[in-house]
């Protein structure tokens, strides 16, 4: 009556390391093997894997092994997901979540406590910059540990989507060089190549104000909306306003009110691009909602009052076509520079790193709440190490192609880390927060908290099979040293800001 084993592995070319890639040499292949043991094991908790050792140390990526028990007994499972290499030897438990004991003799507890001690020193912190969250150390992606590093498909289309934009940008380059930019038209010269419906139509209508107002709510970046509760204080009006002023307390008063504030980038230092001095606006927008859910601009102050000029300019729908253009233009150019930074760099990449280290460092993999992470933070850390090393650092893409880099956008991600809380990254609060819950146009908002619903019913379903009573979350060491670490170590201190520092 045997036990089958049957084993998954991916086999990484002619490699001298795991994740290091000969494309020229091998393709990566897919293998299965299968096993029988004449004998009959009885429950199996573990099982041992190693790969013989040859001349080359090709590195073995082993997905999955699975049991099947003689006679009626169920399949097991023993999850590797990893690399496969030198002459060491992996124990596999099987892979049932289970939560820590505190029986010392409970082999799983062993095998938890050994699996974390090695994965702390592989897995350790470091500082980019002072005053932004911590990273892991990794000065870049060939530093990382070798189960964090992007697998051959996913390293083939990452660079080559790169080449191929890099080649687009130099053909249009060229395209270029001899036609002259006289009208708003010329901008054609460069629109060509790949296109979608959505982009076609966005370049149509891209200087009407409906789009303008919609994409504050549906576009790129809808995080900066929000009802006015009151006439924001950096907002003066010029001699000659007061229609205008009456005009926006009317609408206050109605609850139609918007507005998009940028203030965040007052007095960031502008980068100099071969030679060419740069500019940051730090603008207001204030917009109306109409009965029929348009959102329009109604007034644009690009930026807030200084002692030099205490009454800057207001630009209106009723100025010149161009001038209001202008106005709207250097709206979306200060909106790229919070979009990328604030909230795509920050709020998504840099706290997702703070959180998959400190998953590595404090979560074993038979913990289930490492393996409802684990999924979502597989290629976390060499997405942002390659951006450290290549789209913001000194000399990187920022610094030759963006009004922020040269310095500024390390200025602006350390405003807005001291201003991010833990509401502001959970939906439901922050859209509540901005006044934005209920209003039919704001499709982003509905999206939103459907997928929030769904992804808390799946969580909850998958947490309450684990912590029947609150007594055992407070006692799970695991759990609370993953979230202290996580507030305290990876946020720098950022419990004063909603971040917990346990779970009761």
Same mark, same amino acid.
């Given at each position: ?24 040499? @091998? ?18 908790? /573990?099982?041992?894997? $190693? ?10 990526? #082993? ?61 350790? %912190?470091?500082? @980019? ?5 911590? !990273? ?24 080559? &989507? ?13 395209? !270029?060089?001899?036609?002259? @930019? ?15 419906? =959505? ?5 149509? $209508? %891209? ?12 576009? &790129? ?35 139609? =009110? /918007? ?22 606006? &730090? ?31 207001? /630009? ?87 009004? !922020? ?15 991010? !809380?833990?509401?502001?990254? #959970? ?14 146009? &704001? ?8 997928? %929030? ?12 099979? /684990? ?14 040293? %993953? ?8 946020? #720098? ?12």
């Amino acid at each position: 009556r045997p036990w089958a084993a049957e084993a998954h592995a991916h086999q990484n070319g002619l490699s001298g390391a795991p994740g290091a890639q000969c494309p020229g040499l @091998w393709s990566p292949q897919e293998e299965e093997f299968d096993r029988d043991i004449p004998k009959d094991l009885g429950p199996l908790q /573990f099982v041992k894997l $190693c790969k013989h050792h040859s001349l080359v140390d090709d590195a073995w990526f #082993c997905d999955l092994i699975t049991v099947q028990g003689p006679g009626t007994c169920e399949e097991a499972a023993f999850p590797c997901y990893r690399w496969v290499q030198g002459q060491g030897v992996l124990s596999l438990p099987e892979g049932t979540a289970r939560l820590p004991g505190d029986n010392a003799l409970d082999v799983f507890q062993n095998h938890r406590e050994k699996e974390l001690k090695e994965r702390q020193k592989l897995y350790c %912190w470091d500082t @980019w910059k002072e005053g932004l969250p911590l !990273t892991i150390a990794a000065g870049c992606q060939d530093d990382l540990p070798p189960n964090m590093r992007f697998h051959e498909d996913k390293r083939l289309d990452f660079e080559w &989507a790169l080449k191929a934009g890099a080649l687009e940008m130099v053909l249009k380059r060229v395209y !270029t060089l001899l036609s002259p @930019w006289n009208r708003l038209e010329d901008f054609d010269q460069i629109f060509w190549g790949q296109k979608s419906a =959505l982009a076609e139509k966005v370049h149509q $209508c %891209w200087r009407d104000d409906e789009l303008f107002g919609y994409q504050f709510l549906n576009g &790129a970046n809808p995080m900066l909306l929000r009802r006015s509760a009151s006439l924001p204080s950096r907002l003066v009006l010029p001699p000659g306003l007061e229609a205008l002023g009456a005009q926006l307390e009317r609408e206050l008063q109605n609850g139609s =009110l /918007f507005e998009a504030d940028f203030i965040l980038l007052d007095g960031i230092p502008a980068n100099v691009i071969r030679g060419e001095k740069q500019y940051v606006a &730090a603008p207001l927008v204030l917009l109306k909602m109409e009965p029929d859910g348009k959102l329009l601009p109604v007034a644009i102050q690009i930026q807030p009052p200084s002692p030099r000029s205490p009454t800057p300019p207001l /630009f209106l729908p009723s100025d010149p076509p161009l001038a209001w253009l202008l106005a709207k233009t250097w709206v979306r150019n200060s909106d790229f520079q919070l979009h990328q930074l604030q909230y795509h760099l920050l709020n998504t990449h840099l706290v997702a790193e703070v959180i998959a280290v400190a998953t590595m460092r404090h979560l074993p993999g038979l913990h289930p709440v490492f393996k409802l992470l684990i999924p979502h933070i597989r290629y976390t850390l060499e997405i942002n190490t390659r951006a450290r090393s290549q789209l913001i650092s000194e000399g990187g893409i920022f610094d030759k192609a963006v009004s !922020t880099g040269g310095g500024g956008h390390v200025h602006l991600l350390r405003r807005a880390m001291a201003q991010l !809380t833990y509401c502001s990254l #959970c939906p439901p609060d922050d859209l509540a927060d901005r006044g934005l819950l209920g209003i039919p146009s &704001a499709l982003y908002a509905h999206d939103a908290l459907r997928l %929030w619903g769904i992804i808390a019913r799946y969580v909850e379903g998958i947490v309450r099979l /684990f912590y029947h009573r609150d007594d055992i979350v407070r006692g799970d060491p695991e759990l609370q040293a %993953w979230c202290r670490e996580i507030t305290e170590v990876g946020l #720098c201190q950022a419990q004063d800001r909603g971040f917990p520092v346990s779970f009761q």
